[in-house]
């Protein structure tokens, strides 16, 4: 889970096809379907692996395999319909085959999506709601995974929840396979008289196209990963095994090949080790890695229908059931996985599980008795079933639209009831500096990343309010001394040259938190070192800010190491560095809250992803600076009015919309 992970997160099995709609092949004159219980084994074995890795087991760390696994099987499965029926009846009746995939599909996923509508209600946070609402309409039209691409850049799902149709991408590679792929094969096999190498030759070139296309991608991991075109290989390997089957009839269910055993014993085994120790971060992956992993499922899809110890281990009850409803299972899993989470639950891992799972298993086998089965197996027909397919779907988008609606963006604040933060919040800078005056004003620079950048406008107002200021802001999202695409050692330099600032004020955290981690304090000591001395390089004094206390979306709460070190380096140079600490203002006691009194009443200060600012929480991080600076340039106190003015209407504080509800 891509997942998005996730971050990540990201996965979700095509099991479109049941092991009893598999064409074994074709005999002369006649086509028999035959059932193969170790491919519904072997689908439930891979449902197993996206459990388990959605239940971020590191040692299932490569269970989104299993979606590979899945694509791989539809290919084969399908295929052999195709095939099987051209040869039985001289041609492929493409309204059937899509009217059976819709009758399949659609009606579980409709449930799904209505269930997401609830969540939405009452589950999900305002700031979500957006994003949530145009993820399950691009569910809904099977164009998800081309949605997920053209928004994962977008800064705002930086600290958002994963979305609970995230795994419904492959159902789209899928279904986006299903509408185009007999079309090719039925015109492929009618132009060349239903020869099969004609067919496997027109695979054979869009695998390799395929992996080229992953190749020419594979810096972009996210393109790769949800691209129809760069995973339309695993699936197409699986329709050329389909294609060297027949012909063969149940010859390969029946005939013992000691080679086809031993290779699915190796296979199995390969596939068992990719589950355990692949990470979706893993380049070789994008470079053609899934469709060689696509290689291995081949094997493995051939071994579950041909006589040998892999067809007999994928023949044990507990999976063939799991094989049978893995489409509910996967269908329902991640939105009930996102909604029982360890923080709303309490549970550890492994009760957490066992939960999950009960309700997952509960909500499949009542959707495969009462909804799956019955609309498979004809319970609308004919003209009703043309009209309720498109009146469930009307009704679907408009219950999805009803219940993702945000609200309206943030109303100006009440005015400043106080005159002074509630407590003490900085080190000073070891005295009086000079008296800012209107016509001899305090040039202040902020600097820092999102965090800094929702305070801005808070900030900005107060100092401005007081008529001593000249205050400017030069705040990166994303910025820390340890990323990669903001050259702050080139950039600073000619920003203080161009603003000659008297006053930096640094406000910044959770990017750096990892490099902490991994390279030590002394280490990123060293690197502020270097920051301050640029900052400072001008005779400009530096206000270090630290993080207030912040949670991440499932209560867990953020380190601060960045913030010790802000401290420890004010220590070092009293004269030209200086130490804020938010928390006085912005999380009392060092415990996150979401709401503070203000001066009419309770205020939001944070917005629903627990770290970014709402305006009342800008207006105390501007309060808390301009007390913490006042006494060292002699400002003067600016009108109360200061507070309700218009920057409260900023556009960053209802981005993403919804952020910051009343």
């Not at 004609?198 to 196209?209: I, P, Q």
């Not at 298993?361 to 498109?390: C, D, K, N, T, W």
Request: glycine share 10%; aromatic share 10%; with cysteine.
């Amino acid at each position: 889970m891509e997942a998005v992970q996730p971050g990540g997160v990201l996965v979700e099995p095509g099991p479109a096809a049941s092991a009893a709609e598999s064409a074994a092949g074709r005999h002369p004159g006649r086509t028999r379907r035959v059932q193969h219980p170790g491919l519904d084994g072997l689908r439930g074995a891979a449902v197993a692996a996206v459990l388990l890795f959605h239940s971020e087991f590191s040692w299932a760390k490569g269970g989104f395999l299993g979606v590979s696994l899945f694509f791989t099987l539809s290919g084969f499965l399908i295929t052999g319909l195709l095939v099987g029926e051209r040869g039985e009846r001289g041609a492929i009746n493409l309204a059937n085959f899509w009217v059976r995939r819709i009758r399949r599909l659609l009606p579980a996923l409709l449930v799904m999506l209505v269930g997401v509508a609830v969540y939405a209600a009452r589950v999900a946070a305002t700031d979500q709601l957006a994003a949530l609402r145009s993820d399950a309409l691009a569910t809904l039209a099977y164009v998800v995974n081309w949605h997920f691409i053209r928004t994962n850049q977008s800064y705002t799902a930086l600290f958002a929840a994963p979305s609970p149709v995230l795994h419904a991408w492959s159902l789209a590679v899928e279904e986006q396979f299903y509408l185009v792929y007999p079309v090719v094969a039925a015109l492929v096999l009618a132009v060349t008289r239903g020869r099969r190498w004609c067919l496997a030759a027109v695979l054979t070139t869009a695998v390799g196209v395929s992996v080229a296309l992953s190749w020419h991608f594979h810096l972009d991991h996210t393109r790769v990963y949800y691209g129809t075109d760069t995973r339309i290989a695993e699936i197409l390997l699986g329709g050329l095994l389909a294609l060297w089957v027949a012909g063969r009839g149940e010859d390969l269910a029946v005939r013992r090949r000691p080679w086809l055993a031993g290779a699915g014993v190796v296979a199995g085994l390969v596939t068992l080790l990719v589950w355990a120790t692949v990470a979706q971060t893993d380049g070789w992956l994008y470079l053609g890695g899934f469709a060689a992993y696509g290689l291995v499922s081949t094997m493995l899809v051939a071994a579950a229908v041909a006589p040998g110890p892999v067809r007999n281990a994928l023949r044990l009850p507990p999976l063939r059931w799991l094989g049978l409803a893995s489409y509910g299972i996967y269908l329902y899993h991640w939105p009930i996985f996102l909604w029982l989470s360890p923080a709303r639950t309490g549970l550890a891992t492994v009760p957490l599980l066992g939960l999950r799972l009960t309700l997952t298993f509960a909500a499949a086998f009542v959707s495969y008795r009462l909804i799956e089965q019955p609309m498979r197996h004809g319970a609308l027909h004919g003209r009703r079933a043309l009209l309720a397919a498109p009146v469930a779907i009307g009704a679907v988008a408009a219950v999805l639209l009803v219940t993702t609606v945000t609200p309206g963006p943030p109303a100006p604040l009440a005015a400043d009831a106080s005159v002074s933060s509630a407590a003490p919040t900085t080190m000073g800078f070891g005295g009086h500096v000079r008296a800012a005056t209107p016509s001899s004003p305090l040039r202040v620079l902020m600097v820092g990343d999102s965090v800094s950048y929702d305070a801005e406008p808070g900030v900005l107002a107060i100092l401005r309010a007081s008529g001593d200021v000249d205050a400017s802001a030069d705040n990166i999202l994303g910025f820390g001394l340890t990323t990669s695409f903001y050259d702050w050692r080139a950039e600073w330099p000619k920003l203080i040259r161009d603003r000659n600032p008297e006053l930096v004020t640094l406000l910044y955290g959770s990017w750096d938190e990892n490099y902490i981690k991994t390279a030590g304090v002394a280490s990123y000591q060293g690197l502020l070192d270097q920051a301050v001395g640029i900052l400072t390089s001008g005779g400009a004094r530096v206000l270090l800010i630290g993080m207030p206390a912040a949670i991440g979306r499932l209560e867990v709460p953020y380190t601060r190491g960045v913030a010790d070190a802000f401290r420890v380096e004010a220590a070092r140079q009293p004269d030209r560095v200086s130490f804020l600490d938010l928390d006085p203002a912005i999380s009392p006691g060092g415990k996150f809250v979401s709401h503070l009194e203000g001066p009419d009443g309770m205020e939001r200060i944070r917005k629903e992803d627990n770290v970014h600012f709402c305006p009342a929480g800008s207006a105390r991080v501007g309060r808390a600076i301009f007390d913490a600076i006042a006494p060292s340039w002699s400002l003067a106190e600016p009108p109360s009015s200061w507070r309700s003015g218009p920057w409260a209407l900023d556009h960053r504080f209802d981005d993403p919309p919804g952020a910051c509800p009343s």
